[in-house]
Structures are given as structure tokens and as C-alpha cells.
């Protein structure tokens, strides 16, 4: 422990050792939780076989430690993440990034302990998750409309279950395959508007309100998505330009749409040898 930190219970690969009766105030969790909480410290390793030990000692001693207080785990189980978010007098944020470093998020980490509470066996694999293949970078939020909707291990229903998710919970979505969102790590829901609302996030285009310049004399812009020279609203000299709203395309060649000083809309070629986009 941290020098005049002082917890409960530490636990390794080896053993689980408690170091004090949890009547005694502990000093590991800062001003706000120190009289509120049990603490537990857990050893850290770059060993997968090691951590895999630890990881599943730890979790059946924070389901005991909850099931001997009468808590449950949505209301008893706080990381130092929570108690820095929530109660404040420490920047910790541990264990979570730890335990993400060997692919368990902490939705998987708060599921096992509810597995170890419900008297289940909890384990995690034997070797790290190998990367998935590529996902859509699909970002939004989803929200879950039924009950017992499965929350799987990969993007496919032949994959097993981490736990069931209910109304009224929500989740970020991280990206999309085959029609099913990640909600982080290896943690996939079926996107069925039955039971999923899914409100995506649409990207900023990086584009959009930047400043486009012409480099060349009488550069010729136009009153519509079009080349034609019927639709020419006027010409630019070099360092001359407009504010950028969108890019299209026009019988297979890039335009910006843009707009002056006057918020008038016009057309101008996207090509990098008549413009600069600042």
C-alpha cells in the first residue's frame, strides 16, 4: 500500500490477506470514504496466468464482503473511479484502467461480482481476448426499451452471455457489426428497435465552417452544384474565399457548398489545385 494508506484486505495471485478488521476506520479512499467503505487493494501484474488468478479471488471477496453487509452489488460495490466522481477528496480512478489493460471492462468486472454474489462461478479466459475484426465507427447512445435483453461476448447470438440489460439502462455504443452495437471491450447488444432505442451520434464533419481560398485568379464559383457555364455566379482572385458548409459531389467531381459574408450560398471546385482550406 501507499505509504500511510492502510486498507482491509489485499489481494494477489497467492492469497487473500486481511490486514484489519473492517471496524477499524481504513485510510485508502480518501477524506469521503475512509468511515464508509470496506477497502480492498489489489495487486497489480503485467502476468495474464497471475492476473487471472487474482482477478477471480478478488471478485468472490467483494461479493462476500457485500452478501455479509446486506448490500447489493448496484448500491455497495464502488471503485475509487466512484468515490472520486462522487464524493470527491481524491483523483483516483483505479482499478478500472488496470483491469481494462487485460480486456475486462468495467461492466464485465461489475457482472462477475454479481455472477460470485448469486453464488455462480466467475472466471475469466484463459488467454487475453485477440483484437476483433474491424467495426463501424458508429458513436451514440442506446437505450434499452425491453427486458432481459442479452448482452454478449462478441457480435453474433452464438456468443455467450456477460448478463441481461432492462429499461430504463443506458449505454455509449462504441461502434457496429452485422447489426449489432458495442457498448465497450467485447461487449455487444443486438440493435432490434423492439427493445433498442439507438440514438447515434453523427459526425462532425472537420470541414464544415473552415475557410476556403482560391489560389488562382478568377477562379469561377456558381449559383448551383454544377459546372455549367450558365450557372456562374462570379469569379475569385487568388486569396479571395468563402466559409465552408458541406463538400458534394457533382457529376463525379468534389465541390464545397459555401457561403459568404452575406450568408449567400454558392458552389466552388474542391480541387487542391485551385484551393487552399484553411
Same mark, same amino acid.
Given at each position: 500500500?501507499?505509504?500511510?494508506?492502510?486498507?482491509?484486505?489485499?489481494?494477489?495471485?497467492?492469497?487473500?490477506?486481511?490486514?484489519?478488521?473492517?471496524?477499524?476506520?481504513?485510510?485508502?479512499?480518501?477524506?469521503?470514504?475512509?468511515?464508509?467503505?470496506?477497502?480492498?487493494?489489489?495487486?497489480?501484474?503485467?502476468?495474464?496466468?497471475?492476473?487471472?488468478?487474482?482477478?477471480?479471488?478478488?471478485?468472490?471477496?467483494?461479493?462476500?464482503?457485500?452478501?455479509?453487509?446486506?448490500?447489493?452489488?448496484?448500491?455497495?460495490?464502488?471503485?475509487?473511479?466512484?468515490?472520486?466522481?462522487?464524493?470527491?477528496?481524491?483523483?483516483?480512478?483505479?482499478?478500472?484502467?488496470?483491469?481494462?489493460?487485460?480486456?475486462?471492462?468495467?461492466?464485465?468486472?461489475?457482472?462477475?461480482?454479481?455472477?460470485?454474489?448469486?453464488?455462480?462461478?466467475?472466471?475469466?479466459?484463459?488467454?487475453?481476448?485477440?483484437?476483433?475484426?474491424?467495426?463501424?465507427?458508429?458513436?451514440?447512445?442506446?437505450?434499452?426499451?425491453?427486458?432481459?435483453?442479452? &448482452?454478449?461476448? !462478441?457480435? %453474433?447470438?452464438?456468443?455467450?452471455?456477460?448478463?441481461?440489460? /432492462?429499461?430504463?439502462?443506458? +449505454? $455509449? *455504443?462504441?461502434?457496429?457489426?452485422?447489426?449489432?452495437?458495442?457498448?465497450?471491450?467485447?461487449?455487444?447488444?443486438?440493435?432490434?428497435?423492439?427493445?433498442?432505442?439507438?440514438?447515434?451520434?453523427?459526425?462532425?464533419?472537420?470541414?464544415?465552417?473552415?475557410?476556403?481560398?482560391?489560389?488562382?485568379?478568377?477562379?469561377?464559383?456558381?449559383?448551383?452544384?454544377?459546372?455549367?457555364?450558365?450557372?456562374?455566379?462570379?469569379? &475569385?482572385?487568388? !486569396?479571395? %474565399?468563402?466559409?465552408?458548409?458541406?463538400?458534394?459531389?457533382? /457529376?463525379?467531381?468534389?465541390? +464545397? $457548398? *459555401?457561403?459568404?459574408?452575406?450568408?449567400?450560398?454558392?458552389?466552388?471546385?474542391?480541387?487542391?489545385?485551385?484551393?487552399?482550406?484553411?
Amino acid at each position: 500500500t501507499w505509504r500511510n494508506a492502510f486498507v482491509h484486505y489485499a489481494v494477489d495471485w497467492n492469497e487473500t490477506i486481511q490486514i484489519a478488521d473492517t471496524r477499524y476506520i481504513a485510510y485508502g479512499g480518501g477524506p469521503g470514504a475512509n468511515k464508509r467503505f470496506v477497502h480492498v487493494e489489489l495487486c497489480e501484474t503485467a502476468d495474464y496466468g497471475k492476473f487471472k488468478r487474482l482477478y477471480e479471488k478478488y471478485v468472490k471477496l467483494l461479493a462476500k464482503i457485500l452478501k455479509d453487509n446486506n448490500l447489493s452489488v448496484e448500491k455497495g460495490l464502488w471503485t475509487h473511479y466512484d468515490v472520486t466522481k462522487y464524493l470527491g477528496g481524491t483523483d483516483h480512478e483505479d482499478p478500472l484502467d488496470y483491469l481494462r489493460s487485460h480486456g475486462v471492462s468495467e461492466a464485465q468486472f461489475r457482472a462477475d461480482v454479481k455472477c460470485a454474489y448469486n453464488n455462480s462461478d466467475v472466471s475469466v479466459s484463459e488467454q487475453p481476448s485477440k483484437p476483433g475484426e474491424p467495426i463501424a465507427n458508429v458513436e451514440g447512445i442506446a437505450y434499452i426499451e425491453g427486458y432481459n435483453v442479452n &448482452l454478449r461476448k !462478441g457480435a %453474433g447470438a452464438s456468443y455467450s452471455v456477460i448478463r441481461q440489460l /432492462n429499461k430504463p439502462e443506458s +449505454y $455509449k *455504443v462504441w461502434g457496429e457489426k452485422d447489426g449489432w452495437l458495442n457498448l465497450g471491450e467485447n461487449q455487444w447488444v443486438y440493435n432490434n428497435p423492439s427493445y433498442i432505442k439507438f440514438e447515434k451520434k453523427e459526425p462532425i464533419n472537420p470541414i464544415v465552417g473552415k475557410r476556403i481560398v482560391s489560389k488562382v485568379d478568377k477562379l469561377r464559383f456558381y449559383d448551383s452544384p454544377s459546372w455549367q457555364d450558365k450557372d456562374v455566379a462570379g469569379t &475569385l482572385d487568388a !486569396g479571395l %474565399g468563402f466559409t465552408i458548409d458541406e463538400k458534394v459531389t457533382v /457529376n463525379g467531381s468534389s465541390q +464545397y $457548398k *459555401v457561403h459568404n459574408s452575406k450568408g449567400n450560398t454558392y458552389y466552388i471546385t474542391a480541387s487542391d489545385a485551385y484551393v487552399n482550406v484553411r
